[in-house]
């Protein structure tokens, strides 16, 4: 972890605040830029909107971005009128301790849906997380722990460019279904850019990266990725293969993300990573990915070793999208099971075996005659500890 | 069952051919009109389709249908040209022995997909199933047993409307999701009607009913509900009143059928009833209810008894239809758990409660201002026997 190399001129906290039952669970954070940042968002498309996310996209985009405060364990979503007071008072205690104005604060919330958040530890906790930021990897770490629900794992990945440096962290687990993915993702970087690139450059990597990622396809009322960019680089306004080079590092780390929350999703046994090539375009690919990745026949006959192919390429034929069958071949790892519409015949143990030895396993979806339109798609497996994990979650 | 009131003219039979390895399971159907009866059919939006599909559909709406033939335990879906040459020569083989022409015949399959019917199994079980047909509710009762798959229970309904008998049976279980509603239906009328007037009736009773079950949503390759219209009543055409009836009828078999398939679905421990009232449009109030059917954090929580509304507001909230959140309200069973945007306060262990206690429970989600779109929807909770069922189907 120590030999991280991040992104400058960040400081980061993770608390225990006593937001969440577990004692010792850290459940609140911290992100402040030592000096005001660009800040871009992208945001749920989910009518039922948290509050959090309300707040934060009507400050955004903004020149000045002083930090981003971040809770665990309430979501702040379903809450009404009181939800909105409740979120905007967050960045009133972040803005008070770090001497800037509220409007410079962004803020994020996970956990459960429809309860009101408790202000009375967040009027107590925000002022020690800010007290507690500090720079450097063991505080990016703290963060990144802070903003878990069920995940196992912290998600952190970092690009160094040499004039700039991208780092990200993120949360997932459940509840991840695009438009975005449902999740809460972080990504600072040291650079310089024109606002409206920087807003692109997010979109398209969300695009490529969480909106390519499904645990079971329900779309949260919180998802939230947030980019900063705040120029500690010393190198003014990126341009050229340098902005190039920035908008690539920003896809890698979203990418690299995105497949960390799938392989750490709530109670997964395999990351599925799904290729589609040859579609007529990347919509009509990740269309096709998603419904693949969402259905709970294929995700159940990956979790028992069960290489029922033909759920798959049935799962593609209701995505929506228009192929004539006898273009459709399928490969399972390096097996080819169906080609060009016509079933082949395949070794059924040897299939199994692989389902049953390799953690990450691979589906090749592809047409021919092909298109130009191609996807890569995280998803996982459905397994009798995620129905354990949400049989009872509040209860 | 020996009351049963069933629609005149029909014979039936269920046997067992040895498609299926469990021993004296059914797996082979034959039903026959005495007349030539008036087919329709709606038929599964997979573009993965299977081939006795594609041979139906070619072949409705017809005025001279004499049978259709059923098998379970292999689907002929994704089997390429040698797959429509089986499910023809399974027309054939019915033709042949009922003295018709192979066209008179329509056929259906369910079961796995990607294998290549085994015929010599169906060229001696054909001609003895329809040596077997026989009138009456044993053999109805035979039919229906010999179409399920991991359906626990066969599926029938009928309406005595006085001058004309309406009766169905299904298959559900599971690749339950509109459009159609992954099953097979067999709705078999003793009236006669105008074919568009029939297929107009089809389409509706199906858009209120198998289009409104959702187990898991993921479209089968094998959708199709067929209706005939053979006329034994001797009433002649039906019209005013009495085709009206008939289309309320065929409807209520329809509703009665898709209602079953959610309560028997596989390892279902709870029917759920999902209403959605006041949303602009039925088809607004159907995507509402689907996305809520289909969401397995929904589905697992009411497994676990966990009362956690807010995954029910939060998957209409990502069915791509538009509301503002302070219109919603959402109730569970009597109990008001969401007002217009707001959370109530609720007694989480009765509501929890009413989610153990009872099978069948159900879920209003309400719009004020109000408009007239509403939609009744079935669906189940998502269970480890689930799970464990799709996990090794193949293998």
Redesign the interface.
């Known amino acids: 972890m120590n030999h991280w190399h991040l992104a400058k001129g960040y400081r980061y906290a993770g608390i225990v605040s006593g937001l969440r039952s577990e004692p010792n669970r850290r459940d609140l954070a911290v992100i402040a830029s030592e000096t005001p940042a660009i800040a871009v968002g992208t945001f749920?498309?989910?009518?039922?909107?948290a509050a959090p996310v309300q707040v934060s996209r009507s400050r955004v985009p903004r020149p000045d971005a002083c930090a981003i405060v971040i809770c665990s364990g309430n979501?702040n979503?379903?809450?009404?009128?009181q939800g909105l007071k409740d979120a905007r008072r967050m960045t009133d205690l972040t803005a008070e301790q770090l001497g800037c104005s509220p409007e410079q604060v962004l803020v994020a919330s996970t956990g459960?849906?429809?309860?009101?958040l408790p202000m009375p530890i967040l009027e107590t906790g925000i002022p020690k997380a800010v007290a507690a930021l500090k720079p450097g990897a063991e505080a990016l770490s703290d963060a990144a722990h802070a903003v878990l629900t069920t995940d196992t794992r912290i998600k952190v990945a970092t690009r160094d460019c040499g004039t700039f440096t991208v780092t990200g962290f993120a949360k997932g687990a459940?509840?991840i279904?695009p438009n975005l993915a449902t999740m809460l993702g972080f990504v600072m970087t040291d650079a310089t850019l024109p606002p409206p690139l920087l807003k692109a450059f997010l979109k398209d990597a969300c695009d490529v990266s969480f909106n390519c990622v499904s645990v079971?396809?329900?779309?949260?009322?919180n998802d939230t990725v947030f980019l900063l960019a705040n120029g500690a680089n010393g190198r003014g306004m990126l341009a050229g293969d340098d902005a190039h080079n920035y908008f690539a590092a920003v896809r890698d780390v979203c990418a690299d993300l995105a497949r960390e929350i799938a392989s750490d999703a709530e109670g997964a046994k395999h990351l599925v990573t799904l290729h589609v090539e040859g579609a007529r375009t990347f919509e009509d690919a990740r269309k096709m990915a998603k419904a693949i990745a969402?259905?709970?026949?294929?995700k159940?006959?990956i979790?028992?070793?069960?290489?029922?192919?033909?759920?798959v390429?049935?799962?593609?034929?209701?995505a929506g999208?228009?192929?004539?069958?006898?273009h459709?071949s399928l490969t399972m790892g390096d097996m080819k099971?169906?080609d060009h519409?016509?079933?082949l015949p395949f070794d059924?143990i040897a299939a199994?075996a692989y389902l049953k030895t390799n953690r990450d396993v691979t589906f090749t979806l592809s047409f021919d005659p092909a298109g130009p339109g191609k996807c890569t798609f995280y998803t996982c497996d459905?397994?009798?500890e995620?129905?354990?994990l949400?049989?009872?979650?509040?209860?």
């Open positions: 749920t498309q989910n009518r039922i909107c979501a979503a379903a809450t009404g009128e459960v849906i429809g309860r009101p459940a509840m279904g079971e396809g329900h779309t949260s009322t969402e259905s709970p026949l294929v159940t006959a979790y028992g070793a069960d290489p029922n192919w033909g759920r390429v049935s799962a593609a034929g209701y999208v228009p192929f004539d069958e006898s459709v099971l169906y519409g016509r079933p059924a199994s459905l397994t009798p995620y129905i354990a949400n049989a009872d979650y509040t209860t």
